[in-house]
């Protein structure tokens, strides 16, 4: 198992555009969630989704946008960059909620606007 | 509402102690620990449920105290790979809280040959 994936590792923006980043997990986790760090922080949580179809705001939503087709497939909308989402982006997964299950995380986009 | 952690900064020599506090103010449903070295995505350590359950880690252990909404984690006889930076995580019984996490500031573990 490839266990969470996430593409790209690195992207430069410029002020005003979009991207998205992807996320993709092959253990047939029901849970997937989207976190942003910054430098010398913790994680806060952007979305999450309970299964295929159902997605939730989290901590710090503004600016971004998700969808869940999948169950596999988790992308983070990027719309109008800013400087304020420079950070590093972490996709995570958990059978169900996190009540008793640990979260499986992905290795991270580090992303810049500029 | 963000867990405080203490200390934010622990130095140890191999084979020494170390002890990362976890608070909230808020009742406690579960609290997870994970931790994370530079540059890397964060690994899972334990987990610590209402009730006194808990998952996790053969070497790490911590416990959590319901009444007072604190956690604490346990390092013994730490070895160099025990470095990073240590996150606790909270889950709320209710409402916004129920079902995510919220984690709090890290604690940086540096642990010297």
């Known amino acids: 198992n490839a266990g969470v994936t996430q593409t790209p590792k690195f992207r430069i923006l410029k002020i005003g555009q979009s991207m998205t980043l992807q996320c993709a997990q092959d253990m047939n986790h029901n849970y997937m969630y989207w976190y942003r760090q910054d430098p010398g922080m913790g994680l806060k949580l952007i979305y999450y989704s309970v299964g295929a179809g159902i997605t939730d705001k989290g901590e710090v939503p503004n600016g971004y946008n998700v969808s869940r087709s999948t169950t596999e497939d988790f992308p983070l909308r990027l719309e109008l960059a800013a400087p304020s989402q420079t950070s590093v982006y972490f996709c995570?997964?958990?059978?169900?909620?996190?009540?008793?299950?640990?979260?499986?995380f992905g290795p991270g986009t580090r992303l810049t606007v500029l | 509402q963000q867990p405080v952690q203490s200390p934010q900064a622990v130095i140890l020599r191999e084979g020494e102690d170390a002890v990362i506090n976890c608070s909230s103010s808020?009742?406690?449903?579960?609290v997870h620990w994970y931790r994370q070295k530079h540059g890397e995505a964060p690994v899972f350590l334990m987990i610590l449920l209402k009730g006194g359950e808990q998952k996790g880690h053969e070497k790490i252990s911590a416990s959590f105290n319901e009444k007072k909404q604190q956690s604490s984690l346990y390092l013994t006889a730490s070895q160099l790979s025990y470095s990073g930076t240590y996150f606790c995580?909270?889950?709320?019984?209710?409402?916004?809280?129920?079902?995510?996490?919220?984690f709090g500031q890290g604690t940086i573990l540096t642990v010297h040959p």
């Open positions: 995570a997964s958990s059978i169900q909620g996190v009540g008793g299950n640990e979260q499986f």
């Open positions: 808020k009742a406690l449903y579960s």
């Open positions: 995580g909270t889950e709320g019984f209710s409402g916004t809280s129920y079902g995510k996490l919220t």
